[in-house]
């Protein structure tokens, strides 16, 4: 999703009402973090050390365990931990999904609007040249 596209999404968003248990999204977390994890190259165990060495406390993999199990309804990730999980699993959807549930949104680091840069000028390109084979095309055809 473009820079614009949130900004569209956030602008409809603050128009609808908030209706009761709306911003409840501890279900959609717990996704987010499965998801990230299923993602990520690291096991549980590695993104666990890695999660303890940036926050310096120990986290455990059954913690992690624990936090998105399905059936564990009294364990909850803390909110404090998601900027080093986002940076361990590299993933920054469940961080983005608290944002923008507050109402903001998170910009990405001037390297990733680099890269959406990049990407958008690698289509812009290959539409160029796939639209220079139709034209080709057409007047091979005689058109």
């Known amino acids: 999703m473009s820079l614009l596209d949130l900004l569209d999404e956030l602008r409809q968003s603050d128009r609808q009402p908030s209706s009761e248990g709306s911003l409840n999204m501890r279900e959609q977390l717990r996704i987010a973090i499965n998801e990230a994890l299923k ?3 690291l096991s549980r165990w590695e993104v666990a050390g890695k999660m303890s060495h940036l926050l310096g406390i120990e986290i455990t ?3 992690i365990d ?3 199990a399905e059936s564990k309804d009294g364990h909850r990730f803390p909110a404090e931990y998601l900027p080093a999980f986002c940076e361990v699993t590299g993933d920054r959807l469940p961080l983005s ?3 923008k549930k507050a109402g903001l949104f998170a910009l990405p680091g001037p390297d990733a609007l680099r890269a959406e840069i990049q990407k958008l ?3 812009t390109k290959h539409l160029q ?4 084979k139709r034209l080709l ?3 091979e055809m005689g058109g």
């Open 66 to 68: 624990a936090w998105t």
């Open 129 to 132: 040249r796939e639209k220079q």
């Open 137 to 139: 095309f057409l007047k």
């Open 121 to 123: 000028d690698e289509q």
């Open 39 to 41: 993602g990520c190259p």
């Open 61 to 63: 993999k059954y913690m």
């Open 97 to 99: 999904m608290l944002a």
